[in-house]
């Protein structure tokens, strides 16, 4: 018997005011990535939810993915991974993915937890969903595939009023923890702490489908960049148009200020064509309409304007 949706309406409403009351909706203006696992450096898996993260970023939040980093499984490499995102960057979204499977090596969860010293318990509720969705699976393992399994509902908890009340000199506000069931199919949650860092799983495919099931609980809280992406295609070599987009990335950020236009340069060898992509933020469309004719008139190589799904095209 599955989940049903009035339990998942309740659940999610119950989490969203309690973080709504908690930590009053804290804005995303950008985010970062963190992929874990040893089979993306070692080449065993090529990695697409970086690359299906940055999407969603730009098309759906319209924000800025300011840093992604892939990590091995290894305490010290994601707190060092952490570290770079949270302390050095500041960012205000963190989506981690991987490490969080039923074996040995799957350590994101613990590691996670110690990170924001919190406890690492056994989750009664994932549990519960485990027996509704997969117990005829469960039903099946001995009780030491039992317990493994179980790892992947031993999650990081929020400190109990007793342990807060004994550090109530501290100055650090406490972690707070969530877990979104946004999928009543799935028995797995999306553990969010401080609304700011969401743990996924590395599956491709449950990744790409959580990001954007997340998209309704993150789109109020974005404070847009308006980030608008337009292209440009042509025959002429990147060498050749190397001083000319160098000049013209000069002007605009004069005109604009630094940052706010960004050129980018993008060979497909294979088609013998480049496309130029021209990245604006908070511009108006005869700002960008103005750059696009400049670019038309002025790179050669039958020179033309080009749609999102054409340049995709090209990319394969």
Do not use: C, R
């Given at each position: 018997m599955g989940v049903s949706r009035r339990y998942l309406y309740h659940t999610l409403s119950r989490m969203t005011q309690l973080t709504t009351t908690t930590i009053k909706n804290k804005p995303i203006r950008n985010a970062g990535c963190l992929i874990i696992g040893d089979e993306i450096l070692n080449g065993k898996i090529l990695d697409t939810n970086s690359y299906n993260f940055a999407r969603f970023c730009f098309n759906n939040l319209s924000i800025p993915l300011k840093r992604t980093i892939v990590c091995g499984d290894d305490e010290q490499d994601i707190i060092n991974s952490l570290n770079i995102l949270l302390k050095q960057d500041k960012l205000d979204l963190i989506?981690?993915?991987g490490g969080l499977?039923?074996?040995?090596?799957?350590?994101?969860?613990k590691v996670i937890s110690d990170y924001f010293q919190l406890d690492y318990q056994l989750d009664q509720e994932v549990v519960d969903r485990m027996k509704s969705i997969r117990g005829d699976y469960l039903d099946k393992l001995?009780?030491?595939q039992l317990n493994a399994f179980y790892r992947m509902a031993t999650l990081p908890v929020s400190p109990q009023p007793s342990s807060l009340a004994q550090n109530s000199t501290t100055t650090t506000p406490a972690t707070?923890?969530?877990?979104?069931?946004?999928?009543?199919?799935?028995?797995?949650?999306i553990v969010g702490l401080n609304e700011q860092v969401y743990i996924l799983p590395g599956v491709p495919q449950l990744f790409t489908q959580l990001i954007k099931d997340m998209e309704p609980m993150l789109k109020p809280r974005v404070i847009s960049s308006d980030l608008i992406r337009r292209y440009v295609v042509t025959k002429s070599g990147e060498t050749q148009l190397a001083p000319y987009l160098t000049n013209l990335q000069e002007k605009c950020d004069k005109k604009y200020g630094k940052g706010v236009l960004k050129l980018g340069s993008y060979p497909h060898?294979?088609?013998h064509i480049n496309t130029i992509s021209i990245i604006g933020q908070k511009l108006t469309s005869q700002d960008l309409d103005w750059i696009?004719?400049?670019?038309?008139?002025?790179i050669g190589g039958d020179a033309?304007?080009?749609?999102?799904?054409?340049?995709?095209?090209?990319?394969k």
């Open positions: 989506i981690t993915s499977g039923s074996t040995h090596d799957d350590i994101t969860y001995n009780p030491e707070t923890v969530e877990k979104y069931f946004i999928d009543d199919k799935l028995w797995f949650p060898m294979n088609l696009v004719n400049a670019l038309i008139e002025n033309k304007e080009i749609t999102q799904a054409q340049e995709d095209e090209y990319s």
